[in-house]
């Protein structure tokens, strides 16, 4: 795949916000994430979405669907980046004009429920994304190493290598060595991508996935979806994020470990190098993660380094 990558971020430009899933839940965290790009010197132009409510979304299909291509062909913004997500990112795939958007490559932001959006833009218009930090969610409470990265990406053409975390012996599930495209995401909504159109090629690449709030025994069954649509067994290796359990919850099926589970899986995608514990996910100080570019995991050291830039 001859990836469509987007210009660099520049100094002073302009920063769509939108809001493509659910509403704003938190207006004190956004107008804090909008003063802080604001005191980095860029520009924010914020869309309808984002003051829109429509129960759990953030207004209709159409409405956020036609921001997000005004968004993509406007040719004063630089970047979009997503408000928060929720649900309601795949209501909005049958209705882009993907070559619209092919033809305007942008620098897209998000994270959680975006994840349908961003493997969609990898597959109909082969855009690498940025999976990760969000307006309304993170901005305002960084963490000094994940907002280094996350702007090192958005703003670095030249980059050729960058290791991206190192883990501990311990983090490792089954060693080995794997490369290719790297494609992070949240489990719930790559699970829910399987069988549709919008699923970029897997073949070779390197899954990272993670989620929040979900029991063991539900993110066993979509791993088993996963791997009973051979999607586990086409990648190259597997790494595991943070999966966050909802701790207001009273649960009354038994848990079993999340390791057992994960080595389970990636036994039955041919023994793929794994590892768990990336600190990416619904956390504070999660790293960010490109989609789209190519990388290589190596299991045995606990590492994952990037080797292209993921803007032009």
Not at 67 to 77: A, S, V
Not at 86 to 96: H, K, M, N, Q
Not at 235 to 248: H, K
Not at 267 to 290: E, Q, T
């Amino acid at each position: 795949m001859l990836l469509n990558k987007p210009p660099r971020l520049q100094p002073r430009s302009m920063i769509a916000i939108t809001a493509p899933a659910s509403p704003i839940r938190d207006r004190a965290k956004l107008e804090c994430g909008v003063r802080y790009l604001e005191s980095l010197g860029y520009r924010v132009v914020i869309g309808h979405s984002v003051e829109s409510y429509d129960g759990y979304l953030a207004g209709s299909d159409q409405l956020r669907a036609k921001e997000l291509e005004r968004f993509f062909t406007d040719p004063t913004i630089g970047a979009i980046f997503c408000a928060r997500g929720g649900y309601g990112t795949t209501r909005l795939l049958e209705l882009l004009d993907w070559e619209k958007i092919r033809r305007n490559p942008k620098i897209i932001v998000g994270f959680s429920d975006i994840t349908a959006l961003q493997w969609a833009l990898l597959t109909r218009a082969a855009m690498p994304s940025l999976s990760g930090l969000m307006v309304g969610v993170d901005f305002a409470d960084l963490d000094p190493a994940s907002e280094s990265l996350f702007w090192s990406l958005l703003t670095e053409s030249e980059l050729r290598e960058r290791h991206v975390w190192q883990g501990t012996p311990d983090d490792c599930i089954i060693g080995g060595y794997g490369s290719g495209r790297l494609l992070p995401g949240t489990l719930t909504l790559v699970a829910a991508l399987c069988g549709t159109p919008f699923i970029p090629p897997l073949d070779s690449n390197i899954l990272v996935l993670e989620d929040v709030g979900e029991d063991s025994y539900r993110i066993d069954r979509m791993l088993c979806q996963l791997s009973l649509a051979g999607i586990l067994r086409q990648c190259s290796a597997l790494a595991f994020g943070a999966f966050t359990p909802d701790a207001t919850l009273q649960r009354s099926t038994p848990d079993r470990p999340l390791r057992t589970i994960f080595a389970e899986y990636a036994h039955k995608a041919g023994d793929k190098p794994s590892v768990m514990n990336l600190p990416y996910g619904h956390i504070r100080g999660k790293i960010s993660l490109p989609l789209g570019l190519w990388a290589r995991l190596n299991a045995d050291r606990q590492q994952l380094v990037l080797t292209e830039a993921l803007v032009r």
